[in-house]
């Protein structure tokens, strides 16, 4: 089982804004990365580390913290933002590696 | 440019043995940390080995012992012997170089490149 828990879908109107969250005490720790990943796709780094973007990742995409829960907003979500998004971290063991269960986006 | 691809995906019967190959470019093998996932057919990702630039070794509870992760520095290329295969070690498997990164107490760590991923079928 996971250590980091996401809500397994998630929609949104085109043009709105989208939170989707993935809790987990490895959060009091470390920061979450976050992927992107469309069908028949490996998995694509959209936000790591305190709130950074990959060259060619658009700035709609942000990411924030708090407590045990880590974000990732998608502001005016459009419709090639459908996909699987993953968290990711080290767990408390600091050696080992987590995956959230994954969110399916919908963009209606 | 910064690139990885894996090879050596198959079809296996189960107890049966797999050795895949993640090829590096465009960056030093020997000193970052390299991993394996995996993702099972419409399932999530699923964190499997990782080794770092000085040689240590992790690996998931669901394949330890079973799993081996090394490299050839010479060859720019990271492996993983599957041993002992079983059906639910069916997946996409994905090497992927991990970065990390310290701010203060807090640390970040984060999976770029991703290889393209090659697949795993243990069936009889």
Not at chain 1, 27 to 42: L, V
Not at chain 1, 88 to 107: A, E, I, M, P, Q
Request: proline share 4%.
């Amino acid at each position: 089982s996971s250590e980091l828990t996401q809500d397994p879908a998630v929609s949104v109107a085109l043009g709105q804004t989208v939170r989707i969250t993935c809790q987990g005490d490895s959060f009091r720790s470390y920061y979450a990365s976050w992927y992107q990943q469309k069908p028949g796709q490996a998995p694509v780094l959209v936000i790591y580390g305190k709130n950074n973007r990959p060259s060619g990742i658009p700035d709609r995409f942000s990411g924030s913290s708090s407590g045990n829960t880590a974000s990732l907003t998608i502001t005016g979500a459009q419709a090639e933002d459908e996909a699987d998004y993953y968290c990711n971290s080290r767990d408390s063991r600091g050696n080992h590696v987590v995956f959230g269960g994954g969110t399916k986006l919908t963009v209606l | 440019e910064v690139q990885l691809v894996e090879s050596g995906g198959g079809l296996v019967q189960p107890g049966g043995s797999l050795r895949l190959s993640c090829a590096a470019s465009g960056f030093t093998v020997s000193s970052s940390y390299m991993n394996w996932v995996r993702q099972a057919p419409g399932k999530g990702l699923e964190w499997v080995s990782l080794i770092y630039g000085d040689g240590r070794t992790y690996y998931a509870d669901s394949v330890k012992g079973r799993f081996t992760i090394s490299r050839d520095n010479s060859k720019s290329t990271m492996y993983l012997q599957m041993d002992g295969l079983r059906p639910e070690d069916t997946a996409v498997y994905y090497c992927a170089r991990e970065h990390t990164i310290t701010y203060g107490d807090y640390g970040g760590y984060w999976f770029d490149p991703w290889g393209q991923g090659t697949l795993v079928t243990v069936s009889s």
